[in-house]
């Protein structure tokens, strides 16, 4: 197996403009995620899952580490690290297509390719029939759909995602899961996905990563025996291993939130 | 960016700017009065201040937008809700206040000026016409915005249509009322600066149009400075903050 | 059909109230003039076009102001929209030149540039592109960060960012910034050309006083009324209601 993602020695500060005053969201970070692997990561809020996401996306620089995607180290963001926020970010002045389409656009694929690109990224996500529908006439669950569409569509190397299914309902988001879950085994792409939820965690990972609190480093490694072509809700919540390692994961979590503090 | 770099560069451009007036008045091939430096400018101000002059003309131009203000708001607001009380009254005065309200009260001026002469009065009417159009048509939609639910809420409360009024309508169009103050007063205080030149014998707009013909170009920049400055602190302190609460506080109109 | 019914329906009341009025003998004719009167010299205006020449006038003058300074006020909103040190010192500064806008710079206006077109246009310049600058930098300032961040991780460049995301997340304030400065300069515009020119209907209906011809200031105050709602209905709100609304945003006010 090859490392999709190497992270080491990763620290970041944040500095407040004002007061000078510095606060250590993240230090000494190892982690590797494999090639085709699905990486969830946990941890209590304010640990610094959203802080890492952005590091690997480019999007903030680190204090300290370094970060290589396959060799190459980052430095910026690009169309190889897709990533889905956890506020959608879709552009309120573009339809559906369009917003799917972006990504394409930017890289100059040409327009017959990329509506045919479209067209299969949009029956995949279940977008039939809002096509020229504008995000303001959409449900939550489907704006996050053509988020994950948009990222998709743009096949990045790796998939980063920030809890993209914190703000639908609890029915929306299985089904959500389950279509990643899907799509993440028909595409085979590395994907790093960031949750409070530890069921979703469990359910998505190949392995789970729980961070430790603030100032976030990686705590324990969990892998989850179950292969993932197997894996429906249903399935799980019969399952006693699946259990016994969502217990195993929700202890961890639970160490790391100390007296007072909520997760 | 804190607020210390902010006001670093604040001043360190206010300061070029300054800098670079002051040479561009000290050395370009040009007459005096088309770039007086900016100590003329405040020569200008210690000269028309010590005269008495300028405390007579500020206070002069703020009591005519005061007055206008104040009448918008007591006439204008319980006009633009009692029309906006009934559907039928909207809809017919609607086209007619977004008619009059475009029609600024400069465009009236001319006739205003055979009405009512040359003076004090013509002035007054044209600033008060100026700001209460805006004021009244903005009421109006600030009512015909609130949601028919909190009327039909009251109603079955078995509540009166004036208390309807005073309780649900008044405070659901208070935003809208606010934003219809402010525009109002904007354009209320430069169609008092235009009917001071046009019209006037004091106040600002007369101070830097009767400026004009001797070339006092110090004292244009000093009334133009002293109109901006005004302006923006009543707007600052007062307009907007008003704005801010009401749509904070009552922010139940759709906007 | 009913919308328009309904739409002309209050000025025809209007109309039918100022003939009684004018009929009543209540007033003079030179106060007053029946609309008939008025009708008619609208025709005259109309035959020998010289109505024609001072709408004309008028409007290119706007046309003009629109062209050069709106595309100048987004490009450079934009631009100190985009740099985190200089916006934030320069928003304030726009602002006070807003407060700043319209007809006070007359008399700066005829001093650097005489009596004539070039002042008034100047005016209007200054006019509205203050406050299409000033709403731009705001506008941009305000696009959600995220929406920058989400089209980076797609690949998009600084060219992607400020045609995808900042000038239609701005719109909104862009529109507004338009509207207000089209509704400040036409105002502003009316007042200059009672001063500074002999075209364009501000010169109309304040050369019309000194004749006491009521009859021609209430055509070129009728002119002035349409031609402001004309441009409202057939350019501005269309042009909003395909960007702004179809978007699902809010359209934000700032003077
Ligand atoms: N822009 C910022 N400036 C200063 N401090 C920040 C900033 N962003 C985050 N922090 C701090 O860094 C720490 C980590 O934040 P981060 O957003 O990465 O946490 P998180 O694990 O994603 O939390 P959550 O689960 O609540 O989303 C927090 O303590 C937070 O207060
Ligand atoms: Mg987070």
Redesign the interface.
């Known amino acids: 197996m090859t490392a999709k993602i190497t992270v080491r020695g990763l620290r970041h500060e944040y500095v407040n403009p004002f007061t000078r005053e510095r606060v250590t969201a993240l230090d000494g970070v190892d982690l590797e995620v494999e090639d085709g692997e699905f990486l969830t990561v946990v941890g209590p809020s304010g640990c610094g899952k959203t802080t890492l996401l952005g590091i690997l996306a480019g999007l903030v620089p680190a204090t300290r580490g370094t970060v290589l995607l396959g060799a190459r180290p980052v430095t910026g963001p690009g169309p190889d690290r897709g990533v889905v926020f956890q506020e959608f970010a879709i552009l309120p002045w573009r339809t559906v297509e369009r917003n799917i389409a972006h990504g394409l656009e930017i890289q100059g694929v040409p327009r017959a390719e990329r509506a045919a690109t479209v067209a299969r990224f949009v029956e995949l996500v279940g977008l039939r029939g809002f096509e020229t529908k504008y995000p303001h006439e959409l449900s939550g669950g489907m704006k996050q759909r053509v988020a994950v569409a948009r990222t998709l569509a743009a096949n990045p190397e790796v998939m980063l995602m920030d809890e993209p299914f914190a703000s639908v309902d609890a029915q929306t988001r299985i089904t959500l899961q389950e279509e990643l879950n899907a799509i993440a085994l028909a595409t085979r792409k590395t994907i790093l996905l960031v949750t409070h939820n530890v069921d979703e965690a469990v359910f998505l990972g190949d392995r789970c990563c729980v961070l430790s609190r603030r100032p976030g480093r990686v705590k324990t490694l969990v892998p989850v025996k179950i292969p993932r072509e197997r894996r429906t809700w249903q399935l799980l919540t019969s399952d006693p291993s699946f259990a016994a390692t969502k217990e195993q994961v929700l202890r961890l979590v639970r160490e790391e939130v100390g007296a007072g503090d909520t997760a | 960016m804190g607020w210390r770099a902010a006001l670093a560069t604040w001043a360190a451009l206010l300061g070029g700017v300054l800098a670079a007036w002051s040479l561009a008045a000290a050395t370009l091939p040009m007459p005096a009065y088309v770039l007086p430096p900016p100590t003329a400018v405040l020569e200008a101000l210690v000269d028309l201040a010590r005269k008495g002059i300028l405390p007579t003309y500020v206070g002069e131009s703020l009591r005519r937008i005061v007055q206008a203000a104040l009448v918008a708001v007591a006439v204008g607001v319980p006009a633009g809700v009692l029309l906006g009380m009934s559907r039928r009254a909207a809809e017919f005065s609607y086209p007619l206040l977004s008619f009059f309200q475009s029609v600024s009260g400069i465009a009236w001026l001319p006739l205003m000026l055979i009405w009512f002469g040359f003076g004090e009065r013509t002035i007054l009417i044209a600033v008060n016409y100026t700001v209460l159009f805006p004021v009244v048509f903005n009421a109006l939609l600030g009512v015909r915005s609130v949601p028919q639910i909190y009327v039909n809420a009251l109603r079955t409360l078995g509540a009166s249509r004036w208390r309807i009024a005073w309780a649900v309508l008044l405070p659901g169009a208070l935003p809208s009322i606010a934003t219809g103050v402010r525009l109002g007063l904007a354009y209320g205080w430069r169609a008092l600066i235009a009917a001071e030149m046009l019209v006037g014998a004091n106040g600002l707009g007369f101070m830097i149009f009767s400026a004009q013909p001797f070339h006092l170009t110090a004292r244009i920049m000093l009334g133009m400075g002293i109109i901006g400055v005004l302006w923006t602190l009543l707007d600052y302190f007062f307009l907007r903050p008003l704005e801010d609460a009401t749509i904070a506080r009552w922010g139940l109109v759709q906007r | 059909m009913r919308a328009g019914v ?2 002309v ?3 025809a ?2 109309v039918l109230a100022w003939a009684a009025l004018a009929r009543s003998g209540w007033l003079p004719p ?2 007053l003039p029946p609309p008939a009167e008025v009708a008619r010299t609208a025709g005259e205006m109309l035959a020998d076009g010289s109505l024609w020449a001072h709408v004309g006038a008028s409007l290119g003058r706007v046309a003009l102001g629109l062209a050069v300074s709106v595309p100048l006020a987004v490009t450079a909103g934009v631009f100190v929209g985009l740099n ?3 916006a ?2 320069l928003e304030p ?1 726009a ?3 807003n ?10 206006a ?3 540039f005489g009596l004539g077109w070039l002042s008034v246009t100047f005016i209007l310049f200054n006019t509205i592109f203050f406050l299409v600058f000033f709403n731009t930098l705001v506008g941009v300032r305000t696009v ?1 960060r ?2 920058e ?9 600084r060219r ?1 960012l400020i045609l ?2 900042l000038i ?2 701005a ?1 909104p304030s862009i529109v507004t910034g338009i509207r207000l400065g089209v ?2 300069g ?3 515009l ?2 200059a050309e ?2 500074a020119t002999t075209t364009g ?2 010169y109309l ?2 050369d ?2 000194n004749f ?1 011809r ?1 009859d021609t ?2 055509v ?2 009728i002119a ?2 349409t031609l ?2 004309a441009t ?1 209905r057939l350019l501005l709100i269309p042009v909003e209601r395909w ?1 702004v609304e ?5 359209s934000r ?1 700032g ?1």
Do not use: E, N
């Open positions: 309904r739409g329906l209050p000025f009341v209007l030179v106060f985190r040190r200089l934030p010192v500064i602002g006070f030149f407060s700043l806008s319209g007809i006070a710079w007359l008399p700066l005829i001093t650097w959600p995220i929406l961040q989400a089209v980076r991780t797609l690949g998009g460049r992607h995808q995301v239609p997340g719109l509704g400040f036409w105002r502003a009316i007042a009672m001063i209907l501000g209906i304040y019309a006083a006491h009521t200031i209430l070129g105050i002035i009324g402001w709602l409202d960007t179809r978007w699902g945003l809010v006010t003077v």
